[in-house]
């Protein structure tokens, strides 16, 4: 069964502007990852936060992780159009040392 | 490039043929993963190989899916008698260490269509 959820399931906004996605889950993880998919390609690393911290940034890139609430999110500020893609987080689950469980992503649709 | 390589990108059999997927894992990264996506959905686990071991296998792994990684390299991925079912994209992963805390890199994947 899938752990992450994300939400929301889809999401369209104007180029320039802000777009925050969330993830919640259920067991307690040692990290929580974050990949972007673009249609029909393979998933791309963007970011990895780990269980004892907050708050991450990489680039353009923001991202939280509060584990009292098993959430986190994804922040990716100026949005622009090559930020099209399907947005996923993925959990390595605290009692597996090699399994990433995944949500069903973000669709994340820039419009110029 | 240097990151995962799959092969063949893209597939379309007959129902009960069988299929061979290959991955090439990043070198030097010791763990490696199969995984399977369908459109709309997040990927769902297959197995896991540290080195040449496989360490774990999914129950969607059924008796007709085969993982190996013979030398600790590269993997195959064999599927016998596929069905309708099967057709999905089939994603290589890996990574290195000796916990989970390590990033896990994917490749492009193998798009399987079962006709």
């Known amino acids: 069964s899938q752990q992450g959820e994300e939400d929301p399931q889809a999401l369209s906004i104007q180029e320039g502007e802000n777009a925050t996605m969330n993830c919640s889950y259920k067991?307690?993880?040692?990290?929580l990852q974050w990949y972007r998919q673009n249609s029909g390609r393979g998933l791309v690393h963007l970011i990895l936060?780990?269980?004892n911290e907050r708050e991450k940034h990489s680039g353009r890139l923001r991202v939280t992780l509060d584990t009292s609430k098993k959430s986190s999110s994804l922040l990716i500020t100026a949005s622009r159009a090559a930020d099209t893609a399907s947005y996923f987080c993925?959990?390595?689950?605290?009692?597996?040392?090699?399994?990433?469980?995944w949500g069903a992503g973000t669709k994340l649709i820039i419009k110029p | 490039d240097t990151g995962v390589s799959q092969d063949p990108r893209h597939k379309i059999t007959k129902r009960g043929q069988n299929v061979t997927f290959r991955c090439d894992p990043i070198?030097?990264?010791?763990?490696l993963y199969w995984y399977r996506q369908t459109l709309g959905q997040g990927p769902e686990f297959l197995t896991y190989?540290?080195?040449?071991?496989?360490?774990?296998k999914s129950r969607l792994l059924s008796d007709r899916f085969s993982a190996e990684r013979p030398k600790g390299s590269f993997s195959t991925l064999e599927i016998q008698r596929t069905e309708q079912g099967d057709s999905a994209m089939y994603l290589c992963?890996?990574?290195?260490?000796?916990?989970?805390?390590?990033?896990?890199?994917f490749g492009e994947g193998s798009w399987l269509t079962v006709v």
């Open positions: 992963a890996s990574s290195f260490g000796t916990t989970s805390g390590n990033t896990i890199y």
């Open positions: 070198s030097e990264h010791n763990r």
């Open positions: 190989f540290q080195n040449e071991a496989q360490l774990e």
């Open positions: 067991t307690s993880i040692n990290n």
């Open positions: 936060i780990r269980s």
């Open positions: 993925a959990t390595a689950v605290r009692d597996s040392n090699y399994q990433l469980i």
